[in-house]
């Protein structure tokens, strides 16, 4: 999409100064023209490569700005103020040149020009998500813009909550495997080296392990600059591998079959796509476009697959629970508890469970990961060293024992 600036009128005379994103001039005057707006003047907007590059630095936000964001805009209208008083209020709290910043004076701009909220923040859909902008949507559709935001906030701060808790129990964990490797890169490209020097001064047969370490450390020493290249090169062969059909969905699958960490995959995509679908049709957006959104937002390529089927036999007359039976992606107590919400019309509350279900389920799993991790890090380490020691002394027992 490219981005053109224009000036026009309104019906009262009034000169706008905005801009506009189309994918051509005539995509965009069109745009315009649906405004109600006399167009005087338009040009396709150039970024240098300088700000091109700026704007990747500083167009990450956080989960927790957009968070902060959607409580304070939530607090500000429940309170009467007016959506463009709010978010000119919340324009002047974000730090000036920030991404949030910007998008802010966006949003603003584009309102005050007549746009509704969820069309300025569609503008920024890889900040807020597809499933943001649909609840603001029906909220502004439905007029319940204030009752939808205040829910779209409580579920944003469980989401947060809940990432926090799990990224939280695998610190301890991922510090002391750093700590093991750098230990061991450290013996392998410095202690080493100087060992096998001495060793050779003195001559002799080396053990076994001596000389697998050794080889180890001359292989490492030589080729040491294609270290960060096998990241790298894995990161790029994984994104070429996806362009080729069918790939990423049997990769995403793979994710799903790796032992401990598959399983807390899968409950923490069911707890967060549950609690989205909880949120949109809270906010009255339809149970077939509910599917289809959130199917989008999990990140998996075998959900996605799997809720937009769904979808497809919803909109045909089917069920809900019996659509999700035909998958076989979902665990029975999600088919279970979807029946049961059909049956009392209470369907987004009933979503809500089973995305809290999967919730402690995930927890749980961390917890449980976190207790098989620690005794685990412990044997290989006792292993690494034990395997070091043996290296290191053993020669050195051995030139003793001949003098």
């Known amino acids: 999409m490219k981005k053109f600036l224009f000036k026009a009128r309104d019906w009262q005379g009034k000169q706008i100064e905005s801009e506009v994103e189309a994918g051509d001039i005539a995509a965009a005057r069109r745009l315009i023209s649906q405004q109600s707006l006399v167009l005087t003047r338009i040009i396709e907007k150039k970024e240098s490569e300088l700000g091109r590059i700026v704007a990747r630095v500083l167009g990450r936000v956080s989960l927790k700005q957009v968070v902060n964001f959607t409580r304070q805009l939530a607090t500000m209208m429940v309170s009467g103020l007016p959506l463009t008083d709010s978010l000119a209020l919340l324009k002047d709290q974000a730090k000036a040149g ?18 509704p909220l969820a069309s300025a923040l569609a503008r920024h859909e890889k900040t807020f998500g597809e499933a943001y902008v649909a609840t603001i949507r029906a909220g502004e559709k439905g007029g319940v813009m204030e009752e939808v935001l205040l829910k779209l906030a409580d579920n944003m701060e469980d989401k947060q909550e809940f990432a926090g808790k799990l990224k939280g129990a695998m610190i301890y964990p991922i510090i002391v495997l750093v700590g093991m490797v750098g230990v061991m890169l450290v013996m392998i490209m410095v202690v080493i080296p100087k060992l096998t020097q001495m060793y050779a001064d003195f001559g002799g047969e080396m053990p076994l392990p001596t000389r ?3 080889g180890i450390s001359t292989i490492m020493l030589k080729l040491w600059f294609l270290l960060p290249l096998l990241p790298l090169g894995g990161y790029f062969g994984l994104r070429a591998a996806k362009k080729m059909p069918g790939f990423e969905l049997r990769w995403d699958r793979f994710k799903f079959r790796l032992p401990i960490m598959g399983k807390l995959r899968e409950k923490t995509i069911l707890a967060e796509a549950h609690r989205t679908l909880s949120m949109l049709l809270t906010a009255g957006v339809s149970l077939i476009e509910s599917l289809r959104v959130v199917g989008q937002a999990t990140g998996s390529a075998h959900f996605e697959e799997a809720f937009l089927r769904v979808s497809e036999r919803v909109e045909k007359g089917f069920s809900l629970a019996d659509a999700m039976v035909e998958t076989r992606a979902f665990p029975v107590i999600v088919t ?13 509350e009933i979503m809500m469970k089973v995305s809290n279900y999967f919730s402690s389920e995930a927890e749980q799993a961390v917890k449980g990961l976190t207790s098989a991790i620690e005794p685990l890090i412990m044997l290989v380490l006792g292993l690494g060293v034990g395997f070091l020691v043996i290296a290191v002394v053993m020669p050195i027992y051995n030139l003793t024992s001949q003098f």
Do not use: R
């Open 98 to 115: 920030t991404m949030m910043h910007i998008i802010v004076d966006d949003a603003l701009e584009q309102v005050q020009g007549g746009q």
């Open 212 to 214: 697998i370490l050794m």
């Open 336 to 348: 279970q508890m979807a029946a049961t919400g059909e049956e009392t019309g209470k369907l987004d």
